[in-house]
């Protein structure tokens, strides 16, 4: 049996990050800083007070807070495809995992 989904978001990027999101999920592996900026625009944060996160981006899809970010990466932001998604449930990791994938999907049929 196949089932189809179609899933609306709405990403609102910039609107003030949650205090006390935490890990949810990550970005599929080899999710490149390139990628990031053609979906997400440029980060909302850079070098955190603690030296842990480099580059970071904020913001809510479909109404839930999430944040991505380079959690102690030894890597520069453009070389790291390691990212992790901050929120206050998996749902929103879900979303902006799909919502990265479907840019990401269109931009190749655009070529």
Same mark, same amino acid.
């Given at each position: =049996?196949?089932?189809?989904?179609?899933? +609306?978001?709405?990403? +609102? =990027?910039?609107? *003030?990050? &949650? *205090?006390?999101?935490?890990?949810?999920?990550?970005?599929?592996? /080899?999710? %490149?800083?390139?990628?990031?900026?053609?979906?997400?625009?440029? #980060?909302?944060?850079? $070098?955190?007070? &603690?030296?842990?996160?480099?580059? +970071? !981006?904020?913001? %809510?899809?479909?109404? =839930? #807070?999430?944040?991505?970010? &380079?959690?102690?990466? #030894? $890597?520069? #932001? +453009?070389?790291?495809?390691? !990212? @992790?998604?901050?929120?206050?449930? @998996? $749902?929103?990791?879900?979303?902006?995992?799909? @919502?990265?994938?479907?840019? =990401?999907?269109?931009? /190749?049929?655009?070529?």
């Amino acid at each position: =049996m196949n089932i189809t989904i179609t899933l +609306e978001t709405k990403l +609102e =990027m910039g609107v *003030r990050k &949650d *205090r006390g999101t935490g890990c949810m999920g990550y970005m599929p592996d /080899g999710t %490149r800083y390139d990628d990031l900026l053609l979906v997400f625009g440029q #980060p909302q944060a850079g $070098l955190s007070s &603690d030296g842990k996160i480099k580059a +970071e !981006w904020y913001g %809510r899809i479909n109404g =839930m #807070p999430f944040t991505l970010y &380079d959690y102690k990466s #030894p $890597l520069a #932001p +453009e070389k790291n495809t390691d !990212w @992790h998604i901050g929120g206050n449930n @998996h $749902l929103a990791a879900d979303f902006l995992v799909a @919502h990265f994938n479907a840019v =990401m999907t269109h931009k /190749g049929d655009a070529k």
